[in-house]
């Protein structure tokens, strides 16, 4: 799991987009914590820390510590909107994670081993159809990435959700195909060279 993040907040009074304005003058972010049963709660955070946490490239599947009132609460981060034109986070929603529930998150894939894959070797190309799996995980387990082992792989290999193996407890959330993640292609080079040899035969 990526390292846990912690944030600190104050209780928001008052929505809308009049009193949510007036917060972001103040350098404040309004957010919102939802689900677990309870009612949404609604904070604001530092812009500028939120900005610092949002460069780590993990926010979105940290666990998030909101402390807010001399309480702590356990979040995920689900969606962040962003200003058009300065880019600046201008609304979070969080999603409250209480006992043993089950999150959905995008968790990036690392490819390991790729000298030990002949097709690569040979100067083969791996090319990557999905960066991200979107996957069911117990909230207090969520894998930082998922390593894809490419020993063996030869040229033409398709590498798909099957032969991947997942942490325990954690499923993919497509579940209709076996689709795939990366394949091991010939360079353009080499399919040249490979029609040429067939033409002259």
């Known amino acids: 799991m990526s390292e846990t993040l912690t944030l600190p907040a104050e209780a928001r009074?008052?929505?809308g987009k009049g009193a949510s304005r007036a917060l972001r003058r103040e350098?404040?972010?309004p957010a919102v914590i939802y689900g677990g049963k309870?009612?949404?709660?609604?904070i604001h955070v530092e812009q500028k820390e939120l900005v610092r946490q949002l460069?780590?490239?993990h926010f979105m599947n940290s666990i998030v510590i909101i402390?807010?009132?001399?309480?702590?609460v356990r979040t995920l981060p689900k969606d962040v909107a962003f200003h058009p034109v300065t880019d600046r986070p201008t609304h979070v929603d969080f999603l409250r994670l209480t006992g043993d529930s089950k999150v959905e998150v995008s968790v990036p894939v690392v490819f390991i081993n790729e000298e030990a894959s002949p097709g690569l070797k040979k100067g083969g190309v791996l090319n990557i159809v999905r960066h991200e799996l979107e996957l069911l995980c117990p909230n207090a387990d969520i894998p930082e990435e998922i390593q894809i082992d490419v020993t063996g792989r030869e040229i033409g290999d398709s590498i798909h959700i099957s032969d991947v193996t997942l942490?325990?407890?954690?499923?993919?959330?497509i579940t209709d195909r076996d689709f795939t993640i990366a394949t091991v292609i010939a360079p353009s080079g080499l399919k040249s060279s490979e029609g040429e040899a067939a033409s002259e035969e």
């Open 13 to 15: 009074e008052r929505a």
């Open 55 to 57: 460069g780590t490239g």
């Open 27 to 29: 350098g404040r972010t």
């Open 167 to 173: 942490p325990k407890g954690v499923t993919s959330v």
């Open 38 to 42: 309870e009612e949404p709660t609604m």
């Open 67 to 72: 402390e807010i009132g001399g309480q702590t």
